[in-house]
């Protein structure tokens, strides 16, 4: 619990500082954006492994969430950039949190194409993975995991408005595809 409240506090401590320090020191402007997403996560997990264990396996899940940003120019047509995510999900994901780092290109039309990296913690369900109830001496069992986060994304303007899809994987040992709206500030 310690870890999401760290990760949090610096994602929310870098997208307000950081515009603030860009303006102070004169600099071309950045830009600043926030929204929600939706998506599908899969974990990974072939249910086929535990069949001995006759165990349904379900190992994926819808999730919805915000994300809050902040790209600076590094040239003419480069940016790089901090993003934040919080994720609630349905089924074998209870929550997501996380961070990265973008770096990429903008298009002529001002469409963003960018690689990113950076960190993602996920709280599991497992009665939910397993489709058992579990009981109560179960509780303490820790069922998070946190692991780097890659991508690759797209955000497209409309008007003040922003539409983006990401591809992400945590690990290399998941797959999580997101596509959501925003506001550009």
């Known amino acids: 619990m310690k870890a999401k409240a760290f990760l949090f506090a ?15 020191q004169d600099v071309v402007p950045g830009e600043g954006f926030v929204g929600i997403s939706g998506g599908y996560h899969d974990l990974g997990v ?4 535990f069949d001995s264990a006759e165990l349904d396996i379900d190992t994926a899940s819808p999730i919805v969430g915000v994300f809050a940003g902040y790209d600076l120019p590094i040239g003419a047509t480069t940016f790089a950039g901090i993003e934040g995510n919080y994720t609630y999900g349905f089924d074998a994901i209870d929550s997501e949190i996380g961070a990265s780092l973008r770096l990429g290109v903008r ?10 990296g950076g960190y993602q913690h996920v709280d599991l369900d497992l009665e939910e993975i397993v489709n058992v109830d579990l009981g109560d001496e179960f509780d303490d069992l820790d069922d998070s995991d946190g692991d780097y986060l890659v ?6 303007p409309l008007g003040g408005s922003l539409v983006r899809v990401n591809l992400d994987t945590i690990g290399f040992d998941t797959l999580r595809a997101t596509a959501g709206v925003g506001f550009k500030f």
């Not at 072939?46 to 492994?49: L, P």
């Not at 298009?107 to 990113?116: D, T």
């Not at 991508?151 to 497209?156: E, I, Q, R, V």
């Open 10 to 24: 610096a994602v929310t401590a870098g997208a307000f500082t950081l515009p603030t320090a860009v303006q102070a």
């Open 151 to 156: 991508g690759l994304g797209a955000d497209f």
């Open 46 to 49: 072939d249910g086929d492994d």
């Open 107 to 116: 298009a002529p039309g001002g469409a963003k194409f960018y690689a990113r």
